[in-house]
């Protein structure tokens, strides 16, 4: 007798259903996401039709009805103005852009020397991308070059005045190249000085700790702003006539400091994060001071403090327009200078230009956040 | 405490002035480092601004040039500083620069407790209103009450304040820190008048939405006398950029141009030949310190006073700005130079 013939049991096997139609698709997306209650409808509408209402006319205005090519304001300009443009005209002007492209590079650096700039920057791209992605071999070797060879060929080749390569006093410097240069000198400094200060704020050494935190307070307590005009403007007054110590140099050294300063209080705040474990487990093993630092404390404390170095890092880059009030001409300050150039003036060469400069240092601010984040993944061991 | 060490730096700091405008002889300075120092603007249309290559161009920048081309017989042997309003006075007053050719109004503060010194005028400036058409405004006196866009930090504020104070005007200042900010609310309409020097307003101009809704007021506020501005203390020095400036409206007069000035040098009018430099046993240059073809080499260098005008700011220049107070003497304007004799 077959116990299975139960009349509860079922004798064939049930006809697969349908999967639900809602687990994937477009619609699926759609419904989980944007209309999903009554609410999210209405602010998914009103979204909507807030960026129909915002992005077709910026559209339009920055890219159909932009003035791309031309030779002077006249294509930027409507026809009462005195261009060539039909009246009601408004569109970006592209065409400013363009004609001082170069100039926004390289500021007013001598045309037939501005090969060694560009040089400059293409090998700062060849050593700083290998040293960016973490498979690639040779770190050391790519550091060296980095750190070391692309700083004495950047003074070498910058200013010249050596091997027959004529002078180029840092006046004529400008545009996107002194922006890089003073953020890459900036972060390349901060970083292990802000590290060093921030060990030595947490000395037990007194001498050492007082003059770390003084140093830390006051160039925190300063403006940078104060600091680059007593810099420019009251230090001349000081030396005796004829000595002159370079702008540049000058802009440079707040810069660094100034940065370093705000280093050693974020990486401070990743020293307080470390557990006294670690420091007691370190020194039960009988490793130096050095040798604690470097191999338990610091790599943890960074790791954790990787949001606030390039806090730091972007801060740092965008304070670096600052300089223009020392009259040296970051990308910013060159941009401004030539909305003074009445071959172009216009009602449109200005915000046109902004939007430009905006644009380059967003693309750098958003590149050095996207990477910060990409770290954090790579060096998360999971404790969290 | 930052602000009492402020105290003491400042303090150092003019006790340095007196000791450097003691010492001597820009000229030979000048001379031994190849170069003209010249402060000039951080940007101003037609009178520093960068020309397409990103080099200084501009009537102030000619000016330097023609320092320049009177003591070496070259335009180019200049050096710029582009200072901004609150550096300028610190730059010349350390040496950092050798003369300030930077639209500066020549003030007697300035004049004395600056310890600068000031005397030929290149540019005859004032301070002017820009007024909707619609308004139905036809002079500054009826402006009561109206809203008015201006650039702060500029004696443009002050003097604002004072011309309607002693009209018994209210107005609404509508401040902004820089340049384009006030001229974006001009143009959108945040106020109903501009005001700023009146070489401001002809660059304002060209960059307003429809330039022919709006119009100047005859009312000119200020003197603006705009001119080069040299260190006390050093008369030939002094002397040099006095006369360069002379030179090139006394070659306007004269009708010697950039184009025609060698030919000129055969011309048999006495001045003429006197003012080249042709005459027999001339010391024209050599007692200021130059040769005696220093003139020509001005002019060859930028140009009479006219060419210069015309070319940055006047007819030639997108600005178009009206010859106005700056024509020559003989031409219903007051630019004028002494005899060179």
């Known amino acids: ?384 | 405490m930052a602000r009492r060490i402020l105290t003491a730096l400042v303090g150092a700091a003019v006790m340095g002035i007196g000791a450097h405008a003691a010492s001597a002889a820009t000229l030979d300075d000048v001379k031994a480092k190849g170069f003209v120092q010249c402060g000039v603007n951080t940007g101003l249309a037609g009178f520093a601004a960068p020309d397409a290559s990103g080099n200084w161009s501009g009537f102030d920048v000619d000016y330097c040039k023609a320092i320049a081309a009177a003591i070496f017989a070259d335009g180019t042997k200049v050096k710029y500083t582009p200072t901004s309003a609150k550096e300028r006075f610190p730059a010349l007053q350390s040496g950092e620069v050798d003369v300030l050719a930077r639209n500066t109004t020549w003030t007697i503060n300035r004049d004395t407790a600056l310890g600068f010194n000031f005397r030929p005028v290149n540019y005859y400036d004032g301070q002017g209103f820009m007024v909707r058409k619609g308004l139905n405004v036809k002079s500054a006196l009826e402006l009561s009450g109206a809203a008015v866009c201006v650039q702060t930090g500029t004696t443009t504020e002050l003097n604002l304040a004072d011309y309607f104070k002693s009209n018994n005007l209210q107005y609404n200042p509508v401040v902004f820190e820089k340049l384009e900010e006030v001229n974006a609310a001009y143009d959108a309409g945040r106020c109903d008048v501009y005001t700023t020097d009146q070489s401001g307003l002809y660059s304002l101009r060209l960059t307003l939405s429809k330039p022919d809704d709006h119009m100047i007021l005859p009312e000119i506020i200020s003197k603006e006398p705009l001119g080069p501005a040299v260190r006390q203390g050093d008369d030939q020095w002094y002397d040099i950029v006095t006369w360069v400036h002379y030179s090139l409206i006394q070659a306007e007069e004269f009708g010697v141009t950039q184009a025609n000035v060698e030919e000129m040098k055969k011309s048999t009018n006495p001045d003429v030949q006197r003012f080249l430099g042709v005459e027999a046993d001339s010391k024209i240059g050599t007692d200021l310190g130059l040769t005696n073809e220093w003139a020509v080499n001005v002019i060859k260098a930028v140009g009479n006073y006219g060419e210069v005008f015309d070319r940055n700011i006047g007819a030639g220049s997108p600005l178009k700005i009206e010859r106005g107070l700056n024509a020559l003497w003989n031409k219903g304007g007051i630019q004028y130079a002494p005899p060179v004799r």
């Open chain 1, 1 to 384: 007798m077959n116990t299975h013939q139960a009349t509860f049991v079922r004798a064939s096997m049930i006809e697969a259903s349908p999967a639900p139609i809602q687990t994937g698709g477009l619609a699926y997306w759609l419904r989980k996401n944007l209309f999903a209650t009554p609410k999210d409808t209405a602010l998914t509408i009103i979204s909507l039709l807030v960026l129909a209402w915002l992005v077709p006319p910026a559209i339009q205005w920055l890219f159909i009805d932009a003035a791309w090519t031309g030779g002077g304001r006249g294509v930027c300009a409507t026809v009462a103005q005195g261009g060539s443009q039909p009246d009601g005209w408004s569109g970006a002007c592209w065409a400013f852009v363009n004609a001082k492209f170069d100039q926004f590079l390289f500021g007013r650096y001598p045309i037939e020397e501005r090969w060694r700039p560009a040089l400059i920057g293409i090998l700062f791209i060849l050593f700083l991308t290998p040293m960016l992605i973490p498979k690639v071999p040779y770190k050391n070797i790519n550091a060296i070059l980095l750190l070391v060879v692309l700083p004495i060929l950047s003074l070498i080749l910058l200013p010249g005045g050596w091997f027959g390569l004529p002078f180029v006093e840092t006046p004529l410097w400008g545009g996107l190249m002194v922006t890089l240069v003073l953020s890459f000198v900036g972060i390349a400094v901060s970083l292990p000085l802000g590290i060093l200060l921030a060990l030595g704020r947490k000395s037990t050494m007194p001498v050492i700790k007082m003059l770390c935190t003084f140093f830390i307070e006051v160039v925190r307590g300063i403006p940078l702003i104060t600091v680059l005009f007593m810099a420019s403007v009251m230090l001349p007054l000081f030396l005796p006539q004829g000595v002159t110590f370079d702008k540049f140099l000058r802009a440079l050294i707040g810069v660094s400091f100034f940065a370093s300063a705000y280093m050693a209080e974020v990486v401070r705040g990743g020293l307080q994060a470390i557990g006294k474990g670690q420091y007691e487990g370190a020194d039960s093993l009988g490793l130096s001071y050095w040798q604690k630092m470097n191999l338990i404390v610091l790599p943890q404390a960074l790791k954790l403090v990787i949001p606030g170095i390039v806090n730091t890092f972007i801060g740092l880059f965008k304070d670096t327009s600052l300089v223009s009030i020392i009259g040296m001409f970051d990308l910013l300050g060159i941009v401004r200078l030539n909305f003074s150039d009445s071959n172009w003036a216009s009602a449109v060469t200005p915000i046109s230009g902004l939007i430009f400069a905006g644009f380059i240092f967003w693309l750098f601010c958003f590149g050095m956040s996207r990477y910060s984040g990409f770290m954090e993944r790579v060096l998360d061991t999971s404790h969290k």
